[in-house]
């Protein structure tokens, strides 16, 4: 095979590539889309439940107090957009936004980037993000009085104050079966770009040869 023909290869496997990273960034949009949607039920429900699970505290803020609170709260939930991009968005975490020679790297380790992003144990990376995306709620509740510091184990402060849910997470359906197929063609993409690697090695090796009987030829 002459140099030609290697590199024939390897521009018909980035086409490839290129391809199959334009189709995994509208598989994310829906992913973070739905967490959204999650994020934001949280925030309701869990206000919900500690007014009413708390009525001393509740009854001491009165109509007047609460009505503060849901109002906070509203406006925290337009900012959990901008929350989910900050955790959940991240370019670490989704390899279509990854620059190809970082990827070619990444597989020296990985053989697939699923194992990297792994479904099988709950994705640990993404769930500890969602943690701290749901923790926002948490500063909310902690100037209303109803929950302190160490007091609750689902709440916890880090090192830079900020909180983090460590309550129990169960991610919808919706999320799941988008990250599945995110996951899926993250395999797809592994496997193409290990064959660029393959064919770029082949090349190399091609190459050196050539070199070596050239320099056999003219001495």
């Not at 206000?47 to 699970?53: F, P, T």
């Not at 620059?99 to 993404?126: G, W």
């Not at 193409?192 to 082949?202: A, G, R, S, Y």
Request: aromatic share 10%; glycine share 6%.
């Amino acid at each position: 095979m002459d140099k030609s023909e290697y590199d024939g290869k390897i521009e018909d496997l980035t086409i490839k590539i290129d391809k199959t990273r334009q189709k995994m960034a509208p598989v994310l949009i829906t992913f973070l889309n739905e967490t959204e949607i999650y994020v934001t039920k949280f925030y309701k429900d869990t206000i919900k439940e500690y007014v009413l699970s708390h009525p001393d505290i509740t009854k001491k803020y009165g109509k007047e107090g609460i009505r503060d609170l849901k109002y906070e709260c509203r406006e925290l939930i337009k900012l959990i957009p901008e929350i989910v991009e900050m955790h959940l968005g991240t370019d670490k975490f989704w390899s279509h936004k990854c620059p190809i020679n970082d990827l070619k790297k990444e597989c020296k380790v990985y053989p697939a980037f699923s194992t990297h992003y792994n479904i099988s144990d709950s994705n640990k990376r993404i769930i500890e993000s969602l943690r701290h995306t749901l923790g926002y709620l948490g500063d909310l509740l902690l100037k209303y009085g109803y929950i302190k510091i160490g007091k609750y184990s689902e709440w916890k402060m880090s090192e830079d104050e900020k909180f983090k849910y460590k309550g129990s997470i169960e991610c919808t359906p919706e999320m799941k079966t988008s990250l599945k197929t995110y996951l899926e063609m993250d395999k797809e993409l592994a496997g193409l770009i290990n064959e660029v690697k393959d064919i770029e090695k082949q090349k190399k090796e091609a190459e050196g040869k050539d070199e070596a009987e050239e320099i056999w030829n003219n001495t």
